[in-house]
């Protein structure tokens, strides 16, 4: 089995710095104790077979971003779980090869196999296909793209290359645009824990897994970048801002 001989630098940087900080930053001090959550309007008989499993109504409506974050204590500070790549290959659709390089070039940045390392829940590069049919050429069935999570030292070893080598030499890329300060949080983006942004094609030649041998690379794709944390509740998405921005990750007011 193979295993890290060396430690990750931004594994140690977050233990050791960041998360003092972020804790820090985000800590809510409670007064009171917290009033147990209410039932639900009991519309539908759960005993009912017929109505089993349909959906009562929670009392006071729709909780989404009404729900308060989990108490502040030292083992739920904001971490960072996982981070997904997701790569759409439009020329996929009609050519199965042109998915190739695309799958190579995830592989490339992620350094992600199936069970690589002997670890049976890595799954790899997976391939993305159509579930319904979308503007009459996405089908069910037929491949779209590709998706890949990492975790653990790949992640961080990922993250470190994309604040290092990557963002500093991207043009045009003055941070992540926050939202205006009047926009509701109450929504469930807001209340994820999940920091989303795409790069251009550019970005990825500028990887320095790629950019070493940019010629076998016959093209190259944009893709999105999910960072999940475990933030829940309400602010979570600031949570979530506030531990990416310790890792060096800009992020701008939109104008």
């Known amino acids: 089995m193979l295993r890290s001989m060396h430690p990750s630098r931004l594994a140690d940087h977050y233990y050791n710095t960041i998360q003092d900080d972020v804790m820090y930053m985000t800590y809510n001090h409670e007064f009171r104790f917290r009033l147990p959550q209410k039932d639900p309007n009991m519309k539908y008989d759960p005993e009912d077979p017929f109505v089993k499993y349909r959906r009562n109504v929670p009392r006071g409506g729709s909780q989404i971003g009404k729900t308060p974050a989990p108490i502040t204590t030292a083992d739920n500070v904001t971490r960072l779980e996982k981070i997904a790549l997701h790569m759409f290959v439009k020329e996929a659709v009609s050519n ?70 990557v963002l500093p030499r991207l043009r045009d890329f003055n941070g992540v645009t926050l939202p205006y300060p009047t926009k509701s949080q109450q929504t469930p983006a807001g209340v994820s824990g999940v920091v989303s942004f795409g790069l251009p094609p550019v970005a990825m030649s500028l990887f320095p897994q790629i950019e070493v041998n940019v010629d076998a690379y016959p093209k190259m794709y944009g893709f999105h970048m999910h960072f999940v944390t475990n933030a829940k509740g309400q602010d979570a998405q600031m949570k979530a801002r506030t531990l990416l921005s310790g890792f060096q990750i800009p992020f701008i007011r939109a104008s």
């Open 96 to 165: 199965r090869s042109a998915l190739v390089p695309a799958l190579m070039a995830m592989r490339a940045l992620s350094g992600e196999t199936h069970a690589g390392g002997g670890d049976r829940h890595r799954k790899g590069i997976q391939i993305v296909k159509g579930r319904k049919t979308e503007g009459g050429w996405i089908r069910p069935g037929l491949p779209a793209g590709c998706t890949v999570e990492m975790t653990g030292d790949r992640m961080y070893e990922f993250l470190g290359t994309l604040v290092n080598f």
